[in-house]
Each structure stands twice: as C-alpha cells, then as structure tokens.
C-alpha cells in the first residue's frame, strides 16, 4: 500500500481519506497541520490514528510516499516542490499552480525525475459521467456553442470582519480559481484549446479582495462556449452544448446527475464519494509506472493554467508576485 501524507484538515481532506480507504490502495501514516491540536482533532473526525507534524520538514522525512496537498491555492506550488525534492509523489488540489511558469517548473523536474508522479485533482474529470457527455458531444454533430454556469451561494462566509480566504487575492483565490477551473477542464476536455479568450469579473470591494461574479468567453474557430461563475449566489440554470443534430443539457458541469440528449434522459452514474476515481487513477498510475501518461497529464494542467492566466489578466484580477514566482 501506498504510504499516505495529507496536509491540510478542512471538510475536503476528510472526503479524501475517505475515498482513499475505499480504494484499498493507500495507508495514511502522517497528516501536517499549523497546530498539532487541530491535526489532532482531525484524525478523531476520520477515526484514523497517524502520525501529526506541525513542523514541514519534519513531516516531509516521514515515512510517506504520497503527500495530498489540500492547503490554501498559493501554497500548492512551493509545497509541491518541497514534496517532489523529498522524493514523494504529489496529489495536488486544484489549482495546483498559479502560473504557466509555475507548470513548466514542475514539469522541468518532472523529466528528470521518471520515477516521480504528480497529479492536479479535478476530481471530476474522472468520473463515468464525465465521459459519458464527452461520448455524446460526438453524437450531436458538429458543434455550435455551448453556455457553461457553476454558480454556489458562500455568502455566509462574509459575515466576518476579516477577508475570508475564499476572496482573497494573496490567496491566489476568488471564484475563477475556485469554481471556475472545473469550467475550463470542461472545455480543454471536450473542444480543445480555445483561439482567443476573455472575462469580466465583480471583485469585492475590501482591498485584496478577489472576484466573486464573472463571466466569459472561449472563442474557437467555428463556435464560443459561454460561461458564468459566482459564489456569492445560486443559479438553477443548466448548463447546454448545441450541435448540429441537437442539444446536451447538464445539471451541472461537475456533478452530472442529470444528463438529457434532445430531450431523452441518458442514464449517468456516478459514485457516492466523488473523489474516488481520481484517488484510484493515481494509485494504479504510480504502481504501473506510466510516467509518460502522468505528463500528458500535466500537459492539461498547464493548457488549463495558460487559460486561467489569461483570463485573469484580462479581468485586471492581479495576483501578488510573490505567489506567482517560481
């Protein structure tokens, strides 16, 4: 079994362990936490016993071979780095990086290292239906456009005098790197890469606050996709691809519990844990050594990346240098 390292100890990383035992793949022997009490009381949440760090290179000598990074967005690069020169693979929430720069960086000791796995988590890029609405887009003929819409109401996490991190900039967050990257796995996955982009975003008006509202365009040659975001609402719009010979229409570009093809319900499954398909591709992909898929992989990442960074730039979102240097 892979020996398990889970840094950070938020609502996610608990969905993770789980879906992690259910694999049967993975043992979780360390998790890293700022204060060993909170690490503590996590490990009571996930009726797991391991060991607990609040010191990053101690953790990082531990006895682990895969490190799970759930912390803040602007940590995932320098955290990921520190992991792979410690010799561990690295499963990464999205975003893993902030900057093409960053992608390239890892990429870089990624080819020098064959023996050494990296994975961004868009968790939902993995699941059976996911590839279900990819099969369909074939089915409707040429495509003609698409309107995408991933809006989630986190409104009651601005009831604090304090900037939440969910809209911070020196975070590296706001609601385009937040819901929106599940957005752009979608179009990089099912249409390509797009020719031209754009994106006009509502930024909270706290200073160093981030975008809450946004929407966008990805122009291709022949057709756009549309998109809209926002974590300070909810939208019960669905989300639509238009061909030649029909329309798909999505509940939701993420969950996919309700597919429908010109009307006709198409039967999508997906399981209880979300997580678990991507926990088990990386398991299988470390064990089977397929170094040159993982890069392929990390190819994605940094088209989806590139596009991020486009869009940002375009909307003014600036994030600090700091966050962005490799």
Known sequence: MLKLGVVGT???SEKFITAAKLTNEYQL???YSRRVETGMA??????ESADVFDDWSQFLVSDIDVVYLASPNAWHFSQMMDALQAGKHVLVEKPAVLSVAQVDAVHQFLTEHP???VLEAAKHTYLPAFGKVKGLIGEIGPVIGAQLTYMDNASAQL????LPTLWRL??????LYDLGIYVIYDVILWFGVPETVSYRAQKLAQPGGADYFGVGELQYRDFSVKFTLGNLNDSQATSEIYGKNGTIIIDHPTHFERVTRNGEAIAVTNPENTMAPEVQYFAE???QQRHDEMLAKWEVTRQVTAILEALREDAGIEFPAAILCV
């Open 170 to 175: 020196s975070a590296g967050r706001g609601v």
């Open 29 to 31: 022997v360390s998790v």
């Open 115 to 117: 023996d050494q796995y």
């Open 42 to 47: 996590f490990l009571k949440i996930v009726k």
């Open 10 to 12: 938020n609502w996610i």
């Open 159 to 162: 009831n604090s005098d304090k």
């Open 285 to 287: 992909m470390i064990k």
